[in-house]
Nanobody, 122 residues
Framework: EVQLVESGGGLVDAGGSLRLSCTASGLDFDRYSIGWFRQAPGKERERVSCTSASDGVTYSENSVQGRVTISNDRAKNTVYLQMSTLLPDDTAVYYC???????????????WGRGTPVTVSS
């Protein structure tokens, strides 16, 4: 059984930093890419970043470009999302998800964690 568990969310002041973790079990890291999504109240779930298993290429959306870094530690089966210079608009529940290809749409991801909330206060 595949499980993805996020951690590291919390309350932070604007301009602060957080590192989110996504630990996977039962997942072939050589085959599956890991993406980070977020969903704010009343908004659609949007991809934030993704790391590709096939070639190691990483993707980040324009809204967070230069403020997030995605990385992985295969020994720990964990993918990290380091976020800095956080803005109130970054407030959302953050999810990690596994997919074969780092697509933009949430529908293309096969496995999901339950999410970790991030609140950025102004």
């Amino acid at each position: 059984e595949v499980q993805l568990v996020e951690s590291g969310g919390g309350l932070v002041d604007a301009g602060g930093s957080l590192r989110l973790s996504c630990t996977a079990s039962g997942l072939d890291f050589d085959r599956y890419s890991i993406g980070w999504f977020r969903q704010a109240p009343g908004k659609e779930r949007e991809r934030v970043s993704c790391t590709s298993a096939s070639d190691g290429v990483t993707y980040s959306e324009n809204s967070v470009q230069g403020r997030v870094t995605i990385s992985n530690d295969r020994a720990k089966n964990t993918v990290y999302l380091q976020m800095s210079t956080l803005l109130p608009d970054d407030t959302a529940v953050y999810y990690c998800a596994a997919t074969i290809w780092c697509g933009l749409g949430a529908a293309g991801y096969d496995y999901w964690g339950r999410g970790t909330p991030v609140t950025v206060s102004s």
